[in-house]
């Protein structure tokens, strides 16, 4: 079995086509979202995709998705030496850490859910340049980079009109532009309301002190402080995703392994590409592989 082993959690994007085999031992948190009126086991089980794929619904049904299958991959014989999130992947990366309780973190997530549904603006993917070149087309609009996820894969975000803008310049400049079918501007000036009303939760949350390292994509680096992770998750919302550089220090820390814990393989695919010297893995692969 490989010893130095992370877990990395995705963000808002692919909604899970049904629930886990141990979600049972998560009625706790199924049961708090009922309570938020957000009846995510009903509407998994009806395949209500509309209601699953707004942003105050999928946010908490994706912590839930990570935190049951992070429990099913240790009963299976895995166990991270740190973990890391992209975005909201942050939240289930606290509570494998010990940082977070499941609970609390499904408490912030209903809020950050709630805090960002709607807001107005949107996102957009450019292929083929390089972050310089993605922020010198940005610098004259109200766009920004919002995820750094790949070396020619950048993200920007921001009000349509200048998303639109953006995307414009990249194709003259020889890239490929893919709008994103998201509902709203993340991780851009835009969501400062958002991040500003979920701060007095945050602040109110007790933070632990991690049981392994957690590499913050709001930093890019190892962090071993659970003061430190409250600070950076304060500004998580309107922060850049640092994505390349959660790679690049998984390869400094000696990780062997990386297990995307989740439904998909959107993080499986960006390390594979990244790093030949690191093997990643689906949860699919990881749950069947012989350990």
Request: hydrophobic share 40%; aromatic share 4%.
């Amino acid at each position: 079995m490989p010893s130095n082993i992370a877990f990395l959690f995705p963000g808002q994007g692919r909604i899970p086509d049904e629930l886990t085999s141990n979600i049972d031992q998560f009625s706790h948190l199924l049961a708090h979202a009922c309570e938020a009126g957000l009846l995510l086991k009903q509407w998994i089980e009806s395949s209500n995709t509309d209601r699953l794929t707004q942003t105050d619904a999928a946010q908490p049904v994706l912590l839930l998705d990570s935190i049951s299958r992070e429990k099913l991959l240790r009963d299976a014989g895995w166990t991270p030496s740190c973990v890391a999130g992209h975005s909201l992947g942050e939240y289930a990366a606290l509570v494998s850490a010990d940082v977070l309780t499941d609970v609390d973190a499904m408490r912030a997530v209903i809020e950050r859910g709630r805090l960002m549904n709607g807001a107005s603006g949107t996102m957009g993917a450019i292929l083929k340049l390089d972050l310089e070149t993605v922020a010198r087309l940005c610098a004259d609009t109200e766009a920004v980079v919002a995820n750094h996820n790949a070396p020619t894969q950048i993200i920007i975000s921001g009000p349509e009109s200048a998303v639109q803008t953006v995307m414009q310049r990249a194709e003259e400049a020889g890239a490929r532009s893919i709008p994103l079918n998201v509902s709203g501007p993340f991780h851009s000036p835009l969501m400062q309301p958002a991040q500003d009303a979920l701060s007095s939760l945050l602040q109110a949350l007790p933070f632990g002190e991690p049981s392994v390292p957690v590499i913050s994509a709001v930093s890019g680096h190892s962090e071993n402080s659970g003061g430190a992770l409250k600070k950076l998750l304060l500004q998580q919302i309107t922060s850049i995703v640092h994505w390349v550089d959660v790679l690049c220090e998984l390869g400094k820390i000696g990780i062997d392994t990386a297990i995307e814990v989740g439904s998909g393989d959107v993080l499986t695919r960006l390390g594979r590409r990244s790093d030949s010297s690191i093997q990643f893995l689906t949860f699919k692969e990881a749950i069947h592989e012989e350990i």
